[in-house]
């Protein structure tokens, strides 16, 4: 007797459900690159025609590091406005801690260690001299906070989360492996890194994040990493899906800025 073989049935491929949608990583005060990594989606969203309006997910850490969080968060305030995409802007950990900082002037020294001295300069602010003053960290707060534009502040206040496409969850760092997407706290998907990063997954969707940089942009199976360290390697990555289709859209500068 012949034996019976099973043919194998492939694995269905992730889709966004037909949506056209971008996603980009961590921009850190890189204007030079944002501008125009932008004018390249929308230049392709408008080549692409989709029945349904494409949507741009940023996928957080706008400023800090960089020479320009100010102009970074009016170009994305201006996509807001922009009615051929549909843009949500999530929120990352150095958003998180900006917001803090405004609230907490003697966190002002801990964000400094993470880069947000250039966040502040781009705002017409100079920290503090001195780490440990209660009282410059308290008037470099008060000047923050006078300095930054009503529609700035808001901007940082409404920040999402997560978003959701089809099979794909759109998230700053990542999830914590064996919660549901649903579940998920605010610190693992603004922080999380290891834990995420080393899990095979599945974790119920594909995970589409930023905030560990790498050199190149890491397409898994149950993770797509987009975070190429623009601030320092000058190469800003967005991921382009559409239905099943996976690709990358990049900006690259001439020469890194020096952090």
Partial sequence: MFGLFR????????????????????VHGR????????????????????????LL?????????????????????????YGRLETRTLKGNHEEALLRFLHDPMFGA?????????????????????????????????????????AHREFFERLEL??????????HAGVRPGVAIE??????LLWIRQEFLQAPGPFGKVVVHGHTPA??????????GVDTGAYATGVLTAVRLEGEDQRLIQQRARRPHAA
């Fill in 7 to 26: 043919k194998k049935i492939p694995e269905a491929r992730p889709s966004t459900g037909g949506r056209l949608v971008y996603a980009v990583g961590d």
């Fill in 31 to 54: 204007l030079d690159l944002l501008g125009p990594l932008l004018r390249d989606i929308a230049e392709d969203a408008l080549a692409s025609q989709p029945a349904e309006r494409p």
């Fill in 57 to 81: 997910v940023m996928l957080g850490d706008y400023v800090d590091r960089g020479p320009d969080s100010k102009g970074v968060v009016d170009l994305l305030l201006e996509m807001k406005g």
């Fill in 110 to 150: 801990t964000w400094l260690d993470n880069g947000g001295g250039p966040a502040l300069a781009s705002y017409g602010v100079q920290p503090p001299a001195s780490r440990t003053d209660p009282e410059a960290w308290a008037e470099a707060s008060a000047a923050f906070n006078a300095a930054l534009p009503p």
């Fill in 162 to 171: 997560m978003t959701t496409v089809g099979d794909y969850a759109f998230v």
């Fill in 183 to 188: 579940d998920q706290a605010e610190r693992d």
């Fill in 215 to 224: 050199e190149e942009a890491q397409m898994l199976k149950h993770r797509l």
